[in-house]
């Protein structure tokens, strides 16, 4: 096959998966979503809860059967198509959320295929989502680096450096079900995929990383109506940190899409559900245990005060909340420390060392090395400096500090740069410079004093600065892709933000912001052409999206787009 009809043929699997998804987890999971109003929600709940019940069917058959864990997902097909006929009236309200997830999810793809075709083009397709997006090729093929090895364990040729429980491997068993019941097999040789395989195991993360949009607008609708809710929607679909993100392949979006579906159990009061979800987004991606655990936090000491106002305490629960909450890492680790694996990317984080040196040395000579490189006072002021740095745009502030009459031209590419490692790295500034600005402005405003803003920021940015505080001991440390959680406070502030702008001022940050989009994406094209050869693709591609986004922006009538405040509550 040619390389466009491969990448037709795997661009495919993600669709189909997602569709299997809506099939299952309506199924399975319309007790879950039961009473939930906001569409985007009830698509989002609705895709997770399948996606769960083929974790666990999944994780059945690798026990059992590893050659035939592709099996599990036909199996929930078959047993979820005899209910078909009672399911279809609660189907037909999950079409919209379900081809929105579809649609952005090949937008994303077909965006990385423009670039894998032109000058950025790398040695395989994660080469190329390393120079696009910044995730490294060791970040974004992990799950099927953990598929394989669930697969074949200690027969995988090549993998005597491979660490299982290094990471949580969740997104592997959702790659050991998938890509088989596709007819996609997986290699006995370790990180040596066909070309098909390669797209295929892309198409599908992309398509499940597409899951969180539908979180992502679900909180944008309760945060916000109107206008300000569609340009806010179409903002956060065109942010180079949901399409890089999603591009990228790695299961930091799942984990952030379960867990606001965690937050939406828990406003629902479905408490016991809420720290399963949230034990999941751990299992997805180990960068949420802080989250996990300060979410747990919060919803204990919720439910206490909730017995203490009421003067009567559920003991049951609160003992049962507290123990998920505690048993979800503390089984991890366990399970970690009986099979003696080893944990690279623990010293990574607590000695400022590369994964591939934590592979090779043991805990005690790495310790004994960090602490002859550093002193005291430095290990005393990290800390406070890295949090400094993780509230501050340092990017921005460094360009302006540095600027010399002597230095050479600040071009648009050094601007580009600029913007693209400040959304990138800084948490609060996840949405641009400018998005950061407004979240800072709805932040200070009277709404984000109440509790629901209130303690979203305390669960998801304040109490998972502490163990980063005491425990880690890596330069610059607060970043994004390691506090990706913190998206939820800071959409939320970003929303009550501008929804408190004027019409015209909405439409002039907005379109500034897409400008700065713009700036980003361009900048990560490579500046080198091909001789007498059109590759410009990626920059075509990303033109015309962000010019229809600004002129959905900027359009000063109602516009009907399957968006939060694109159609009318009456039309619902």
């Known amino acids: 096959m040619s390389q466009l009809q491969t990448a037709t043929l795997a661009a495919l699997v993600g669709p189909a998966y997602l569709v299997i998804l809506c099939l299952v987890g309506s199924t399975v999971g319309h007790t879950w979503i039961r009473g939930i109003t906001c569409r985007w929600e009830r698509g989002a709940s609705v895709l997770l809860a399948g996606l769960l019940a083929h974790v666990l069917l999944a994780s059945a058959f690798l026990i059992v059967a590893p050659s035939w864990s592709g099996a599990s997902l ?15 009236p609660q189907l037909a309200g999950l079409c919209m959320p379900t081809l929105l997830v579809i649609s952005y999810s090949l937008v994303c793809f077909g965006l990385l295929l423009s670039f894998h075709g032109g000058p950025g083009r790398g040695v395989t397709i994660f080469w190329s989502i390393y120079t696009l997006t910044n995730i490294t090729p060791g970040d974004s093929p992990q799950a099927a ?16 450096d491979f660490a299982l429980f290094d990471r949580p491997f969740l997104g592997g068993i959702i790659t050991a079900g998938t890509l088989p019941a596709f007819g996609i097999r997986l290699p006995s040789r370790f990180f040596d995929y066909s070309e098909l395989t390669a ?24 945060f916000s109506r109107g206008r300000s809710a569609l340009i806010i929607s179409l903002l956060v679909l065109a942010s ?4 890089f993100n999603s591009i990228g392949a790695w299961p930091k979006l799942l984990a952030l899409a379960l867990l606001c ?8 009061q479905k408490w016991i559900a809420a720290m399963l979800l949230s034990g999941a987004s751990f299992f997805a991606h180990g960068s949420f245990l802080w989250a996990h655990l300060s979410f747990g ?64 040395h043991s805990a005690e000579q790495i310790a004994q090395g ?44 050094a601007l580009g740069e600029t913007l693209f490692r400040t959304q990138f790295m800084r948490a609060w500034f996840a949405l641009g410079l ?3 600005a407004v979240a800072c402005r709805g932040l200070t405003h009277a709404n984000s004093s109440q509790w629901l803003p209130r303690l979203a920021l305390i669960a998801f940015f304040l109490l998972p600065l502490i163990p980063g505080l005491g425990l880690y001991r890596r330069d610059d440390h607060f970043l994004l892709p390691i506090m990706m959680f913190a998206a939820i406070p800071v959409l939320i502030s970003f929303s009550i933000g501008f929804h408190l702008l004027r019409n015209s001022t909405m439409t002039v940050i907005g379109l500034a912001m897409i400008a700065e989009y713009l700036m980003i994406y361009f900048w990560r094209y490579p500046p080198g052409r091909y001789v007498g050869e059109f590759n410009a693709y990626y920059l075509a591609a990303i033109t015309v999206g962000m010019l229809f986004t600004a002129a959905c922006i900027a359009w000063p009538r109602p516009l009907r787009l399957p968006l939060p405040g694109g159609i009318p509550e009456h039309v619902r």
């Open 74 to 88: 036909w199996i929930l097909l078959a047993g979820c198509l005899v209910s078909w006929r009672w399911q279809r």
């Open 434 to 436: 400018i998005g950061g």
């Open 261 to 268: 579906y965690a937050c939406n159990q828990a406003l629902r």
């Open 297 to 360: 936090g919060v919803l204990i000491f919720t439910l206490i005060a909730q017995g203490w106002r009421q003067s009567s305490m559920a003991w049951p629960r609160l003992a049962a909340m507290l123990l998920i909450c505690l048993a979800v890492p503390a089984a991890w680790f366990a399970a970690e420390h009986l099979t003696g694996s080893a944990t690279p990317l623990r010293t990574y984080y607590l000695y400022n060392v590369s994964v591939n040196h934590g592979l090779h």
């Open 145 to 160: 680096l953990q598929a394989q090895y669930l697969l074949f364990g200690k027969n995988l040729i090549g993998a005597e």
């Open 199 to 222: 797209f295929a195991y892309v198409s599908l993360w992309i398509a499940i990383n597409a899951i969180s949009a539908l979180s992502l607008l679900g909180i944008v609708e309760r």
């Open 240 to 243: 180079p940190f949901l399409v």
């Open 370 to 413: 960090f602490y002859a490189s550093t002193n005291a006072t430095n290990l005393v002021n990290l800390p406070w400096i890295n949090m400094i740095k993780g509230i501050l745009p340092i990017e921005t502030l460094d360009l302006i500090l540095n600027y010399r009459l002597s230095n050479e031209a600040t071009g648009w590419r």
